[in-house]
């Protein structure tokens, strides 16, 4: 099963918290998902109470670098297939994990540095076909 990242601010009270439910909910027999936040906010506690796999790593500011390491070692144990940042804040901290860290797929929501894929096609099966933006 494909093991999906999904990075976010976790301050996100509108569409982008709407789109990781969304993609929470209808990928979760096809993908190992889970999402890290930077704040412990609404967002978390909605994520917990629905069950999905959240965890936080605090940043004392936007600035905070220290989230990097964490990130780091917590995508090399677990092994994630796919890193996808939602936002701005996400997208910075993807930009200097990405020099660290070989995952099949990167993916961003904002063209910048990192290769995009989308995903084009869910087949018969669970098997994933993905284009190269």
Not at 51 to 56: A, D, E, L, P, R
Not at 59 to 66: E, H
Not at 115 to 127: D, K, R
Request: with cysteine; net charge positive; charged share 30%.
């Amino acid at each position: 099963m494909i093991k999906v990242l999904h990075l976010i601010s976790g301050g996100d009270t509108g569409g982008a918290k709407t789109h990781i439910f969304s993609l929470m909910k209808g990928l979760k027999n096809l993908v190992d998902a889970r999402i890290i936040c930077f704040i412990k906010d609404s967002f978390y506690d909605e994520a917990k109470d629905l069950g999905y796999n959240i965890k936080v790593f605090p940043q004392k500011s936007r600035a905070d670098m220290s989230v990097v390491k964490k990130l780091r070692e917590e995508i090399d144990r677990e092994k994630f297939d796919i890193i996808h940042a939602h936002g701005a804040r996400a997208n910075f901290i993807v930009m200097f994990l990405k020099k660290y860290i070989r995952v099949n797929r990167e993916v961003a929501d904002l063209k910048g540095n990192l290769w995009i894929f989308i995903l084009v096609e869910i087949t018969v099966g669970g098997y994933f076909k993905w284009k190269k933006l």
